[in-house]
């Protein structure tokens, strides 16, 4: 029988969480906002508690977590994502992999703990994805793909075959990468861009054909 699941966070992304958990038959008892009791984008029957009341009242054996905290920059040793997964799982705490029903995975796909396959998600034969990865809703991995850690392809992302991406990529909404492209760790991909070569890490990509540029502000 699968435990429980407490969402961590409690705005638009942890919603599509909730709705992904419910659709595959999960129990969602609780989500976590800094302001206990802040109802923010979860249904009126979940409980929202902080963080500190999660450690205080579960036990890690009792419940599972889910990672409903967005993202749009690429992921690092200091963004949320990473934080979070590190400070729970050092608690003893277990993180959900969750796959929407209406997502389609190839059975010789390997998906790495925590990862989150939304609705219409597509995940092709010999695709790897690394540790909590997310593929958003539509978002498409085409065969042979190697997908690091962390990384997020937002809705309608596109990867042609044999597409390797780094840890901490993220690929905006309806981006599209062509085949056998390499890119490095914690890159970034404008939404609508389209990726013809490959890239080193960190770098930020946008247009058609994508080319990189420098962002505005500095992102952690």
């Known amino acids: 029988m699968s435990s429980p699941v407490i969402i961590i966070g409690n705005g638009g992304h942890a919603s599509v969480v909730c709705s992904a958990l419910r659709a595959s038959g999960r129990k969602v008892l609780a989500a976590t906002d800094v302001v206990s009791g802040r109802q923010g984008r979860m249904p009126s029957d979940i409980r929202v508690i902080s963080d500190e009341q999660l450690l205080d009242e579960y ?3 009792d419940v599972e977590l889910a990672l409903g905290v967005g993202s749009i920059w690429p992921n690092t ?5 990473q934080r979070i997964t590190n400070r729970f799982e050092s608690c003893g705490f277990r993180f959900v992999t969750i796959i929407h029903p209406f997502a389609w995975v190839s059975p010789d796909s390997k998906i790495g703990k925590g990862c989150q396959l939304h609705a219409g998600a597509i995940v092709q034969p010999g695709v790897t994805l690394g540790e909590f990865t997310v593929l958003n809703t539509r978002a498409s991995i085409d065969h042979d793909c190697n997908i690091g850690a962390y990384c997020h392809l937002s809705p309608g992302a596109t990867l042609s075959g044999d597409v390797t991406l780094g840890d901490g990529c993220h690929l905006g909404t309806g981006c599209s990468v ?6 490095g760790q914690g890159c970034f991909v404008a939404a609508g861009a389209t990726v013809v070569t490959s890239h080193p890490d960190h770098q930020y990509l946008k247009g058609t054909p994508a080319r990189s540029f420098s962002p505005s502000i500095q992102r952690t």
């Open 178 to 183: 062509v085949q056998g492209i390499e890119l």
């Open 59 to 61: 036990r890690s054996e």
């Open 77 to 81: 040793s200091t963004s949320p994502w």
